[in-house]
């Protein structure tokens, strides 16, 4: 049962506007050293699963620069949806690729553009969550221990045991909780027997298809249709109808709150799903002045910034807690508390139509 | 006696930066509209002066700018000093071009870096001024009715009339005060018979060389030793010399203060020394968030910015009352009660070693 790694790269987030457009989403920006975190995400995992085992499920207009950031990849590795249909879909479709090609196939779902340190701890927790499927072919999840009660995470409940030789904490997921409120997200840090689903799961391909066919059977049937569409010669305008079709549901909705067949393996490594500017400060240390900078900064009474500005210098006097990015035709100054209305702008912007700055 | 202009043009304010830098001093800059400072300051008197009688006097690294900026001078009418010394040299430099040129020549100085919007009101004044000095042939000084307890201008004390056929208002000046605390700032405002110290002087140009023979005769004999240097075929190091041995002393210090031959017309159109950038918000309307924008801005919840980006779109959530200001290599952020700290920047520059930003 050789690992296969599947990498989501198909996502468009607007919260690192104005240096994430369409068609540079955040997976390929740079936001520590020389490397997009699409690229962190493929470097991360290369001493387990080598570049011909990785895959990549992308957007149609992203495939191009996809390729291009990932030249180590085969290229036919990267795959194209033609309309995104969230992850259910996209990991489908990996599955079904992977399937075809191996049929005891182990894959590991990961997200483009999340950070995490330590790639060893990292790849050694996969390989743990791997052993457990080998085991007792679960649909494994990875759950990030909270240290605070988040309110923008899912959470899972941990459940009985999953005793695997070599593999210590490995259980059983009792129950999936959707991004909770405030007081309950307090409850659940508590209780310590709750983790966050960061959305890195590790699987038999055959078995998240056998799952998917019994509780997502309208999307399951798609799939198939689908697939057999592009192995054959038919148009591409129809095959495009068939993926137009699937059902928009999320793995987590879709399959995991429903299947008994999910464990779950707590990890306890640093992990940033880089939601927003703000999420800079947890990629690198501050300078002396709590200034987290990615670029060119001069400051003067300026404490707790978040700069990116690989180009420009920025001089600031007197201000604190604000983001700062820079690039080559907008500008964006919000406080650090006020990130996530960054959307509000690019809102703005497609009212105005001002289209060449999305 | 005929009326010219000299336009004094040697600043090198720091507080415009990172859009003022030592070889693009503040009256280059384009704050409204489509001309400088320096251009806006000869627009607005040509209807009463001909660019033939207008003088600049700048500073030797800025002179080729300035005649590119102000084509429509004759080059001679240009001068420069090979080093500042001051508003009285550079006067006192203008004064003997003029009276060279004619022994009556009435000369109206004028800072290059101000902004006065309305200029048909300011060339009457400019007459009127002229007409007291035709009269009697003292140093006219013209002065800005005060609006609020300014801290960071000198006043003129209103003193008796000097009665003049056809000009009402003008009057002698009874005593200068440089920059004031504010209690006295106050006192003056309440008084009524105080006026800001605008910068603007209209006398005859032998008069202001007289004065300056009594209050400063060292400047006096300087300037005459470089005047004479000048016209031969002495070497251009030894005329720098006789230049950078002059007093550097202002105007006013050297001479206004001293002499009873000064008068004072207040004026009350409204006048900006555009002394920061928060001065923008003297310029022109601000828009219905009270933001003004020199340039192009894209704000959700963001009210009372001072913003200068002509080539970049400046996108805030949730600021207020800052300055920010867009170059080609440098980004300016500081609230607008900060704006004379941007010095502590352009300082900060220096000891690093930043040339490349100065």
Same mark, same amino acid.
């Given at each position: 049962?050789?690992?296969?790694?599947?990498?989501?790269?198909?996502?468009?987030?607007? $919260?690192? +506007?104005?240096?994430?457009?369409?068609?540079?989403?955040?997976?390929?920006?740079? %936001?520590?050293?020389?490397?997009?975190?699409?690229? @962190?995400?493929?470097?991360?995992?290369?001493? &387990? *699963?080598?570049?011909?085992?990785?895959?990549?499920?992308?957007?149609?207009?992203?495939?191009?620069?996809?390729? #291009?950031?990932?030249?180590? %990849?085969?290229?036919?590795?990267?795959?194209?949806?033609?309309?995104? $249909?969230?992850?259910?879909?996209?990991?489908?479709?990996?599955?079904?690729?992977?399937?075809?090609?191996?049929?005891?196939?182990?894959?590991?779902? /990961?997200?483009?553009?999340?950070?995490?340190?330590?790639?060893? #701890?990292?790849?050694?927790? &996969?390989?743990?969550?791997?052993? !457990?499927?080998?085991?007792?072919?679960? %649909?494994?999840?990875?759950? !990030?221990?909270?240290?605070?009660?988040?309110t923008g995470y899912g959470y899972i409940h941990i459940g009985e045991p999953l005793p695997t030789p070599g593999v210590s904490? #490995? @259980?059983?997921?009792?129950?999936?909780?959707?991004?909770?409120?405030?007081?309950?997200?307090?409850?659940? =840090?508590?209780?310590?027997?709750?983790?966050?689903?960061?959305?890195?799961?590790?699987?038999?391909?055959?078995?998240?298809?056998?799952?998917?066919?019994?509780?997502?059977?309208?999307? +399951?049937?798609?799939?198939?249709?689908?697939?057999?569409?592009?192995?054959?010669s038919i148009d591409q305008e129809r095959r495009h109808q068939y993926y137009l079709a699937l059902p928009s549901i999320s *793995?987590?909705?879709?399959?995991?709150? @429903?299947?008994?067949?999910?464990?779950?393996?707590?990890?306890?490594? #640093?992990?940033?799903?880089?939601?927003?500017? $703000?999420?800079?400060?947890?990629?690198?240390?501050?300078?002396?002045?709590?200034?987290?900078? !990615?670029?060119?900064?001069?400051?003067?009474?300026?404490?707790?910034?978040?700069?990116?500005?690989?180009?420009? /210098?920025?001089?600031?006097?007197?201000?604190?807690?604000?983001?700062?990015?820079?690039?080559?035709?907008?500008?964006?100054?919000?406080?650090?508390? $006020?990130?996530?209305? =960054?959307?509000? /702008?690019?809102?703005?912007?497609?009212?105005?139509?001002?289209?060449?700055?999305?």
């Open positions: 049962m050789t690992l296969y790694a599947t990498i989501l790269a198909g996502g468009s987030g607007t $919260r690192f +506007w104005p240096k994430s457009r369409l068609n540079f989403p955040k997976q390929f920006l740079t %936001l520590q050293g020389t490397h997009s975190l699409l690229q @962190h995400t493929v470097k991360r995992i290369t001493s &387990l *699963i080598p570049p011909a085992r990785i895959q990549v499920v992308t957007a149609e207009h992203l495939h191009a620069q996809t390729l #291009a950031q990932l030249p180590e %990849l085969p290229p036919v590795n990267v795959l194209s949806e033609p309309v995104g $249909r969230n992850t259910a879909a996209a990991i489908g479709l990996a599955a079904k690729q992977l399937v075809a090609l191996d049929a005891e196939a182990v894959m590991v779902v /990961l997200p483009a553009d999340h950070s995490i340190a330590d790639a060893q #701890a990292f790849c050694t927790s &996969l390989q743990q969550a791997a052993e !457990v499927v080998r085991h007792h072919d679960v %649909l494994m999840t990875l759950g !990030v221990k909270p240290t605070y009660p988040a904490g #490995a @259980h059983h997921a009792r129950r999936f909780f959707e991004k909770p409120p405030a007081p309950t997200a307090a409850r659940f =840090v508590t209780a310590g027997n709750y983790v966050w689903n960061c959305g890195i799961f590790v699987w038999r391909a055959c078995t998240v298809l056998q799952e998917m066919h019994t509780f997502l059977p309208d999307l +399951w049937e798609g799939l198939n249709s689908y697939w057999m569409a592009s192995q054959t *793995i987590d909705h879709g399959v995991l709150e @429903h299947s008994s067949r999910v464990g779950v393996l707590p990890v306890d490594w #640093a992990w940033s799903d880089v939601g927003s500017w $703000r999420a800079l400060t947890e990629l690198g240390p501050a300078d002396t002045d709590g200034n987290t900078i !990615v670029g060119k900064h001069l400051g003067h009474d300026s404490t707790n910034l978040v700069v990116y500005s690989p180009d420009k /210098l920025v001089a600031t006097v007197g201000v604190h807690d604000l983001i700062i990015v820079d690039t080559e035709d907008a500008l964006l100054i919000c406080p650090k508390e $006020r990130d996530q209305d =960054v959307r509000e /702008l690019v809102k703005l912007l497609q009212q105005r139509g001002q289209t060449e700055y999305l």
